[in-house]
């Protein structure tokens, strides 16, 4: 039974669902979808989907890569990746430019079109970020493998007195220190994005 005093109009509505918790929006949108075949469709448009990309490949960043070089074949042909690298700046970090050119290129063309259904937006298990289906390439997902460690030699500590100013792994997370800190998997500095890059996983 509606409970409001009158019709409100779409802007309205929309002013006040902007300021709802989690909660509340997740009520509000099951209750719309409920209600109506209209609403069904337009929300089963946007969380649920039958494209996937589907690769077991995972490849290492390294720093040399030409986006001319990446191909379109390599769903018939795993092998012809073995010898692709990915282009990353000086870090070891694929730049933006590449990453969505790429993954533009390989949203178009390298969708799998799976007729099973979906849920379109999931929490990535190498990651741990939430991606979309839609938008999952082979160079989507760049993380490292390993944890953050020390690095003594850096000059970062060179006047820190763990005895004084506290012990290094207090400091793993804080910017200022990140030059004092490398990835274990590769060595790569603290703010490198990445050695290890592949499709996000469900
Ligand atoms: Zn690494
Ligand atoms: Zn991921």
């Not at 390294?62 to 042909?77: G, L, N, V, Y």
């Not at 012809?80 to 390989?106: A, F, N």
Request: aromatic share 4%; hydrophobic share 30%.
């Amino acid at each position: 039974m509606p409970r409001n005093n009158g019709p409100a109009g779409a802007a309205e509505v929309c002013n006040a669902i902007r300021n709802l918790s989690q909660e509340k929006l997740v009520e509000c949108l099951t209750a719309a979808v409920c209600a109506s075949k209209q609403a069904e469709a337009v929300v089963a448009d946007m969380v649920i989907t039958t494209v996937s990309y589907d690769s077991d490949e995972t490849r290492s960043a390294a720093s040399d890569f030409d986006p001319d070089e990446d191909d379109e074949s390599e769903s018939d042909d795993d092998e012809s990746d073995s010898d692709s690298v990915i282009l990353v700046d000086s870090k070891g970090v694929p730049t933006k430019e590449q990453i969505s050119g790429s993954k533009r290129k390989r949203a178009e063309s390298m969708a799998v079109h799976d007729p099973k259904r979906r849920k379109r937006f999931e929490i990535c298990k190498n990651c741990n970020e939430e991606f979309d289906h839609e938008n999952n390439s082979r160079n989507s997902c760049l993380r490292h493998e390993d944890m953050k460690v020390v690095d003594t030699d850096s000059s970062v500590w060179a006047d820190h007195d763990e005895a004084c100013h506290g012990n290094y792994e207090h400091f793993i997370d804080d910017p200022v220190y990140a030059d004092g800190f490398m990835w274990e998997c590769c060595d790569r500095p603290s703010t490198s994005k990445g050695c290890k890059v592949s499709q996000h996983r469900a």
